[in-house]
Nanobody, 129 residues
């Protein structure tokens, strides 16, 4: 049974840091692409970053230079290091995985929620000003 489980959310003050983890298990083939999405109350789910098993990644402009995504292929675990957090970064962060390769758009982030087959339950990130 495929499972995708996030951890590492919490509450920080603006300017603080958090590291989210996402472990995927139960796959007999893949996943080949993993990604982070976030959703603030009253807003649509927004893609943040993705990475494939070869390490190729993309990230949205609003978090570039502050967030970084990485993957430990041996553990099938993905990380999102979030530095210099802002109140606008707050929300529920979701991990997702798929057995297809990530879309590649010349380094520009271009994943859609519908691209992903498996989702975690979400982890809350709160940023106070």
């Amino acid at each position: 049974q495929v499972q995708v489980v996030e951890s590492g959310g919490g509450s920080v003050q603006a300017g603080g840091s958090l590291r989210l983890s996402c472990a995927a298990s139960g796959y007999t083939y893949g996943p080949f692409c993993m990604g982070w999405f976030r959703q603030a109350p009253g807003k649509e789910r927004e893609g943040v970053a993705d990475i494939d098993i070869d390490g190729r990644s993309s990230i949205i402009e609003s978090v570039k230079g502050r967030f970084s995504i990485s993957l430990d292929s041996s553990k099938v675990t993905m990380y999102l290091q979030m530095n210099n957090l802002k109140p606008d970064d707050a929300g529920t962060y979701y991990c997702a995985a798929e057995t297809r390769w990530c879309r590649y758009c010349s380094g520009v982030y271009c994943q859609f929620p519908s691209d992903f087959e498996s989702w975690g339950q979400g982890t809350q990130v709160t940023v106070s000003s």
